[in-house]
């Protein structure tokens, strides 16, 4: 007789990763999640996990893991719990109207004539002179070697390489609940007190960053504008060290 259960996405989530003989660990680090994230996902606790795009974020990354459509069970979740996955607001941004396009670029041009009055001024005397005189002689090169006026320090020698792989990285953390932070970048202590709700803190990525708190799943992360994944649920001590070398590891893989 057929099996007609209709599972809810939590529970087909668990018989996908099951199927695949995939065991939680072993999704956990193919997604850069922990185990933690995983079996509350499977459990349906939605709402213990990190807040915010990281939810949407981590259903993506192990429904893909599992061999299930992303969208799909992204969509199945938010069904379930509307108010926990609800889409991100999308800012709408006014176009402005061709009378203001048009007295815009008016005011523009206006600005622009005594400019262009100045060099006409400026240059057509220059260009009747150069024109009237007659061309000068053709000298002979002679190859000098090129000298600063002022000798530098240690003086002349070849310009250090720039390092190219030395690509500009920024980290911003956003806190979405009241919790203990420490931040501690290269060695110097740069945030280290109680931070609230709401607050960022956009950070240059040197050699390591080192993140001390209280609470993980209330320290989220963005890495140059992009996921990252989450650092832990709801209570865990939060003990993380995010490297130049390794910060790709830490971005939530779609």
Same mark, same amino acid.
């Given at each position: 007789?057929?099996?007609?259960? #209709?599972?809810?996405?939590?529970?087909?989530?668990?018989?996908?990763?099951?199927?695949?003989?995939?065991?939680?660990?072993?999704?956990?680090?193919?997604t850069?999640?922990s185990?933690? =994230?995983?079996?509350?996902?499977?459990?349906?606790?939605?709402?213990?996990?990190?807040?915010?795009?990281?939810?949407?974020?981590?259903?993506?990354a @192990?429904a893909?893991?599992? !061999?299930?459509?992303p969208?799909?069970?992204?969509?199945?979740?938010?069904?379930?719990?509307?108010?926990?996955?609800?889409?991100?607001v999308?800012?709408?941004?006014?176009?402005?109207?061709?009378?203001? =396009?048009?007295?815009? !670029?008016?005011?523009?041009? =206006?600005?622009?004539?005594?400019?262009?009055? !100045?060099?006409?001024?400026?240059?057509?005397?220059?260009?009747?002179?150069?024109?009237?005189?007659?061309?000068?002689?053709? #000298?002979?090169?002679?190859?000098?070697?090129?000298?600063?006026?002022v000798?530098?320090?240690? !003086?002349?020698?070849?310009?250090?390489?720039?390092?190219?792989?030395? #690509?500009?990285?920024?980290?911003?953390?956003?806190?979405?609940s009241?919790?203990?932070l420490?931040? @501690?970048?290269?060695?110097?202590?740069? #945030?280290?007190? $109680?931070?609230?709700?709401?607050? $960022?803190?956009?950070?240059d990525?040197?050699?390591?960053l080192?993140?001390?708190?209280?609470?993980?799943?209330?320290?989220?992360?963005?890495?140059?504008?992009?996921?990252?994944?989450?650092?832990?649920?709801?209570?865990d001590?939060?003990?993380?060290?995010?490297?130049?070398?390794?910060?790709?590891?830490?971005?939530?893989?779609?």
């Amino acid at each position: 007789m057929a099996d007609h259960r #209709v599972l809810d996405p939590a529970a087909r989530l668990r018989e996908a990763r099951e199927a695949k003989g995939l065991s939680l660990r072993q999704v956990a680090d193919a997604t850069k999640l922990s185990v933690r =994230s995983i079996e509350l996902l499977e459990k349906d606790s939605v709402d213990s996990l990190p807040e915010g795009i990281y939810r949407r974020a981590i259903i993506r990354a @192990v429904a893909s893991e599992v !061999g299930l459509k992303p969208e799909q069970l992204l969509n199945e979740f938010t069904a379930r719990h509307p108010a926990l996955l609800s889409a991100p607001v999308t800012a709408v941004v006014a176009q402005p109207s061709a009378r203001s =396009s048009f007295q815009t !670029g008016l005011a523009v041009i =206006s600005g622009m004539l005594p400019l262009v009055a !100045g060099i006409v001024y400026f240059v057509l005397p220059m260009t009747r002179s150069v024109l009237s005189e007659p061309a000068p002689k053709p #000298v002979a090169a002679r190859a000098k070697p090129a000298r600063a006026e002022v000798v530098p320090v240690g !003086g002349f020698g070849d310009v250090p390489a720039t390092d190219t792989r030395r #690509v500009p990285v920024v980290v911003t953390l956003t806190i979405s609940s009241r919790c203990q932070l420490r931040v @501690v970048a290269d060695g110097n202590e740069v #945030v280290g007190r $109680t931070v609230e709700q709401g607050e $960022t803190f956009p950070l240059d990525l040197g050699d390591e960053l080192l993140l001390f708190g209280d609470n993980a799943s209330a320290v989220q992360f963005s890495i140059n504008g992009q996921a990252g994944r989450s650092l832990g649920a709801q209570g865990d001590a939060l003990s993380v060290r995010i490297g130049r070398d390794d910060y790709q590891d830490y971005l939530v893989r779609h």
